[in-house]
Protein backbone atom coordinates (compact mmCIF):
# COMPACT_ATOMS: atom_id res chain seq x y z
CA UNK A 1 0.00 0.00 0.00
CA UNK A 2 1.44 3.50 -0.95
CA UNK A 3 0.59 6.66 0.76
CA UNK A 4 -0.48 8.98 -0.67
CA UNK A 5 2.31 11.88 -0.26
CA UNK A 6 0.23 15.11 -1.55
CA UNK A 7 -2.32 14.74 1.19
CA UNK A 8 0.52 14.30 4.10
CA UNK A 9 1.95 17.79 2.31
CA UNK A 10 -1.03 19.78 3.22
CA UNK A 11 -0.22 18.78 7.01
CA UNK A 12 3.29 18.48 7.58
CA UNK A 13 5.89 21.11 7.79
CA UNK A 14 9.13 21.62 7.96
CA UNK A 15 10.53 20.80 11.40
CA UNK A 16 13.75 22.89 10.71
CA UNK A 17 12.22 26.59 9.42
CA UNK A 18 8.25 25.48 9.92
CA UNK A 19 8.04 26.38 6.25
CA UNK A 20 5.61 23.93 3.93
CA UNK A 21 6.74 21.02 1.97
CA UNK A 22 6.29 19.74 -1.70
CA UNK A 23 5.99 16.34 -2.75
CA UNK A 24 9.11 15.47 -5.15
CA UNK A 25 8.80 11.54 -6.41
CA UNK A 26 8.68 9.62 -2.94
CA UNK A 27 10.10 13.02 -0.27
CA UNK A 28 8.75 15.58 0.60
CA UNK A 29 10.99 19.55 0.33
CA UNK A 30 11.00 22.19 2.36
CA UNK A 31 9.76 25.44 0.27
CA UNK A 32 12.25 27.33 2.64
CA UNK A 33 15.27 28.90 0.16
CA UNK A 34 17.39 28.91 2.70
CA UNK A 35 16.52 25.13 4.06
CA UNK A 36 16.37 23.21 0.93
CA UNK A 37 16.14 19.96 3.29
CA UNK A 38 14.22 16.69 1.47
CA UNK A 39 12.58 14.49 4.06
CA UNK A 40 12.20 10.93 2.50
CA UNK A 41 9.53 8.54 2.76
CA UNK A 42 10.66 5.14 4.08
CA UNK A 43 8.14 1.95 4.35
CA UNK A 44 5.48 4.34 3.95
CA UNK A 45 6.62 6.60 6.63
CA UNK A 46 7.64 10.56 6.42
CA UNK A 47 11.27 10.74 7.89
CA UNK A 48 10.63 14.29 8.81
CA UNK A 49 13.78 14.22 11.36
CA UNK A 50 15.56 17.18 10.27
CA UNK A 51 19.11 15.25 11.35
CA UNK A 52 18.52 12.76 9.01
CA UNK A 53 17.19 15.25 6.10
CA UNK A 54 19.46 16.05 3.25
CA UNK A 55 20.46 19.29 1.83
CA UNK A 56 19.17 19.60 -1.72
CA UNK A 57 21.47 21.60 -4.07
CA UNK A 58 20.15 24.67 -4.97
CA UNK A 59 19.77 24.40 -8.74
CA UNK A 60 18.00 21.00 -8.18
CA UNK A 61 15.77 22.84 -5.13
CA UNK A 62 14.63 25.88 -7.69
CA UNK A 63 13.99 22.87 -10.25
CA UNK A 64 11.65 20.83 -7.82
CA UNK A 65 9.67 24.03 -6.09
CA UNK A 66 8.68 25.03 -10.17
CA UNK A 67 7.55 21.35 -11.07
CA UNK A 68 5.28 21.76 -7.65
CA UNK A 69 4.44 25.16 -8.38
CA UNK A 70 4.22 26.00 -11.95
CA UNK A 71 1.95 29.10 -11.77
CA UNK A 72 4.31 30.73 -9.27
CA UNK A 73 6.16 33.94 -10.79
Not at 30 to 43: I, L, N, P
Not at 50 to 70: G, M
Amino acid sequence: MSIDLQSYSQLLVCPACQSKLVVDVQSFVCRGEACRRRYEVKDDIPVMLSDEALLTASDEWAAIIQRATPDAP
